[in-house]
Nanobody
Framework: HVQLVESGGGSVQSGGSLRLSCAVSGYLFSYNCMAWFRQAPGKEREAVAAIRTTGGIATYYSDAVRGRFTISRDNAKSTISLQMSSLKTEDTATYYC???????????????WGRGTQVTVS
C-alpha cells in the first residue's frame, strides 16, 4: 500500500519562503520519479517540479517556478522536498506529492498521489 504524506504547507506573505516535504512509504527508489503538482481553485492541476529518484540526479520545473523552487530527494529518509522562495500570490494552491513507478518524469501520468497540503500566499 503506497502512502505519500505531504507536510509544510501554510500561509506566507508574498516574497516569503516555504518548504514542503513528502514522506513516502517504502523505498524511494521503488519509484522512478517523484513530483509536486498544484491545483488552484477553478484551475486544472499542473506539474510544478519533478525529480528522478534512481540513478543520476535529474530535475524538472515548470516555467512558472523555475529559479524560485527547488526539488530535492533524500533516499535514505524516503522523502522529497520542495523549497519555495520568492513566493507570489499566484503560487496559492493545494500542493500534491506524486510518485511514478515507470517512465519519464515530466509530462507523464503519475500513479500515486498524496492528499495535498495548502499553500496560501498573500
Amino acid at each position: 500500500h503506497v502512502q505519500l504524506v505531504e507536510s509544510g504547507g501554510g500561509s506566507v506573505q508574498s516574497g516569503g519562503s516555504l518548504r514542503l516535504s513528502c514522506a513516502v512509504s517504502g523505498y524511494l527508489f521503488s519509484y522512478n520519479c517523484m513530483a509536486w503538482f498544484r491545483q488552484a481553485p477553478g484551475k486544472e492541476r499542473e506539474a510544478v517540479a519533478a525529480i528522478r529518484t534512481t540513478g543520476g540526479i535529474a530535475t524538472y520545473y515548470s516555467d512558472a517556478v523555475r529559479g524560485r523552487f527547488t526539488i530535492s530527494r533524500d533516499n535514505a529518509k524516503s522523502t522529497i522536498s520542495l523549497q519555495m522562495s520568492s513566493l507570489k500570490t499566484e503560487d496559492t494552491a493545494t500542493y500534491y506529492c506524486a510518485a511514478l513507478a515507470y517512465g519519464g518524469c515530466w509530462g507523464t501520468t503519475y500513479n500515486f498521489w498524496g492528499r495535498g497540503t495548502q499553500v496560501t500566499v498573500s
